[in-house]
C-alpha cells in the first residue's frame, strides 16, 4: 500500500500562484510514476500532470502546459506541483496519485493506470 498526502491548496486570485505538494509513505516511493489531476464540481476527475520514477518523463495536460511544473524529490518520498498564472478555470479538488510501473522512464496520463490516490487538496481561483 502506499498513503498519499496532499497539501499546499488554498484560495489565489487569478494570475496568483501556487504549490501543491504531496507526501508518500508506505512503499519504495521510487517505484511509482507519480501524476497530479483535479476534478472539478459536475466534472470528471482530469488529468494535470506527471512524472516517471526517475523524474526524467514529464507530461502536461495542454491546459496547464506553461503554467505548471511538476517535480520529485526521491530522498523526500515527495511530488509537488507548482501551479503560475492561475485561472478560475482551475478550480477543482486536485489529487495526488501512484502508478506502480516497471520502467523509470514510464510517465502516464491514463487515470486507470494510476492504483493508489490521495484524499485530495480544494484549489479556488477568485475572479
Known amino acids: 500500500q502506499v498513503q498519499l498526502v496532499e497539501s499546499g491548496g488554498g484560495l489565489v486570485q487569478a494570475g496568483g500562484s501556487l504549490r501543491l505538494s504531496c507526501a508518500a509513505s508506505g512503499r519504495t516511493f521510487s517505484n511509482y510514476a507519480m501524476g497530479w489531476f483535479r476534478q472539478a464540481p459536475g466534472k470528471e476527475r482530469e488529468f494535470v500532470a506527471a512524472i516517471s520514477r526517475s523524474g526524467g518523463s514529464i507530461y502536461y495536460a495542454d491546459s496547464m502546459k506553461g503554467r505548471c511544473t511538476i517535480s520529485r524529490d526521491n530522498a523526500k518520498n515527495t511530488v509537488a506541483l507548482q501551479m503560475n498564472s492561475l485561472k478560475p478555470e482551475d478550480t477543482a479538488v486536485y489529487y495526488c496519485?501512484?502508478?506502480?510501473?516497471?520502467?523509470?522512464?514510464?510517465?502516464?496520463?491514463?487515470?486507470?493506470?494510476?492504483?493508489?490516490w490521495g484524499q485530495g487538496t480544494q484549489v479556488t481561483v477568485s475572479s
Open positions: 496519485a501512484a502508478a506502480r510501473v516497471a520502467t523509470t522512464t514510464v510517465a502516464t496520463r491514463r487515470t486507470l493506470e494510476y492504483g493508489y
